[in-house]
Each structure stands twice: as structure tokens, then as C-alpha cells.
């Protein structure tokens, strides 16, 4: 069974960046095929999608945070990580991290739990 | 950037169907996928590829996409199906993922 957990601090203070850490379990993601992303969820409010990595490290992330944003692999340990910099209360929302299969169209199958990410001094 | 459009709620009675529609430009030339999101968990894959379910998820689900609408059918609607309902497709454009804005579904 495929698992995601995401980890890191639940308090950043503005301006600093903000880390998050995705360990996958149950899948390789050495396999080549899924994108492995991440996604966000301010309270009360809908999704956002932040970016992607791919297994080759190839990277895809929303206009709207891009600058901000660094996603990268580590396929020794099976995990992902999210970096955010410059971060404001804005940046305030639950992470999740989630995989979906390279295929077009096939959409996220799995999702982590999700964390709070809270940006206050 | 692409934008996907859903109404903000949707209220239907036990047993009927609830049709939640999500919009965007020429959105039957791409592929949709729908959400589940119960309070306070991760959202669930409903359907993919607009009308294909995933292992899983009740008949009674189906997907539909053509023109610049698709749309999440839920037939028997049960109290259980409350939720919050999400689009999600893939922007070639952009090269970004693109989540509709939701739709809570109160089953009363």
C-alpha cells in the first residue's frame, strides 16, 4: 500500500523559507512513472497546486509561486522535498504531498495527510 | 492563466442525483479529474480521465466532459456524499496542474 507523509516545522516566520519534507513508502520512486507533487490548502479555501518533480528531477510549478519555489528528489532516501521562500501569511495553508501517474490525464491517486504550515512572527 | 470554474455549493435531497459542473475554455480538449474532500481529510480521487473511476468508488459516480463544461454526477445521493467537490486538469500552456475552485455538496 502507497503512503505519504509529509514533515516539517508547522511554524515559519515571514520572509524565511519555508521546508517540507515527503516520504513515500510502499512504491519506488525510482520506477519513472509518476510526478510526484505538492499541493496547498489555506483554511476554508481550495486547492492549489504548487509543482511537481519528475523521477529524472525535471520540475513543473505554478506560475503564480514560481521564484518562490524549489522542489527536488532524493531517491536514495524515497523522498521529496518543498522549499517556498519569502514566505508572508499568505503562505498560511495545510501541504499535502501527492502522486499522480504520468499517464495524461490520470490525476492524483494518492494523497498524504497534510500538514499546517503556519507563517507568523 | 487557465481557470476552471465551479459553483460554490450545491444542495440536493437523499436519493436524487447532484450534477456539479466545473468549467473552463475548451475544456472538453482536456482531461478532467474530480475529488472528494470530507472535512478535515485529503482529498479522494473520484474520477479520472472524466469519466473513469478509480478501484473503488461507487457506480453511482460518473464523469462527463464536452464542449466547455464537465460534470460530476452523482446518482442515490447519500447523506455520506457531503463534501467538498473538486476539478482538477492539466494546463499545456502553462505546464501547470489547475484545481476548480470547489463546490461544497450539502445532501439534506
Known amino acids: 500500500q502507497v503512503q505519504l507523509q509529509e514533515s516539517g516545522p508547522g511554524l515559519v516566520k515571514p520572509s524565511q523559507t519555508l521546508s517540507l519534507t515527503c516520504i513515500v513508502s510502499?512504491?519506488?520512486?525510482?520506477?519513472?512513472?509518476?510526478?510526484w507533487s505538492w499541493i496547498r490548502q489555506p483554511a476554508g479555501k481550495g486547492l492549489e497546486w504548487i509543482g511537481r518533480?519528475?523521477?529524472?528531477?525535471?520540475?513543473n510549478y505554478n506560475p503564480s509561486l514560481k521564484g518562490r519555489v524549489t522542489i527536488s528528489l532524493e531517491r536514495s532516501k524515497n523522498q521529496f522535498s518543498l522549499q517556498l521562500s519569502s514566505v508572508t501569511p499568505s503562505d498560511t495553508a495545510v501541504y499535502y504531498c501527492?502522486?499522480?501517474?504520468?499517464?495524461?490525464?490520470?490525476?492524483?491517486?494518492?494523497w498524504g495527510l497534510g500538514t499546517l504550515v503556519t507563517v507568523s512572527s | 492563466s487557465y481557470e476552471l470554474t465551479q459553483p460554490p455549493s450545491l444542495s440536493v435531497s437523499p436519493g436524487q442525483t447532484a450534477s456539479i459542473t466545473c468549467s473552463g475554455n475548451?475544456?472538453?480538449?482536456?482531461?478532467v479529474c474530480w475529488y472528494q474532500q470530507r472535512p478535515g481529510q485529503s482529498p479522494v480521487m473520484l474520477m479520472f480521465?472524466?469519466?473513469k473511476r478509480p478501484s473503488g468508488i461507487p457506480e453511482r459516480f460518473s464523469g462527463s466532459n464536452s464542449g466547455d463544461t464537465a460534470t460530476l454526477t452523482i446518482s442515490g445521493t447519500q447523506p455520506l456524499d457531503e463534501a467538498d467537490y473538486y476539478c482538477?486538469?492539466?494546463?499545456?500552456?502553462?505546464?501547470?496542474?489547475?484545481f476548480g475552485g470547489g463546490t461544497k455538496l450539502t445532501v439534506l
Open positions: 501527492a502522486r499522480d501517474f504520468i499517464l495524461t490525464g490520470a490525476g492524483f491517486d494518492y
Open positions: 475548451k475544456l472538453g480538449e482536456k482531461y
Open positions: 482538477q486538469a492539466w494546463d499545456s500552456s502553462s505546464a501547470s496542474v489547475v
Open positions: 518533480v519528475y523521477t529524472n528531477g525535471n520540475t
Open positions: 510502499g512504491d519506488s520512486m525510482n520506477s519513472g512513472d509518476y510526478y
Open positions: 480521465q472524466d469519466s
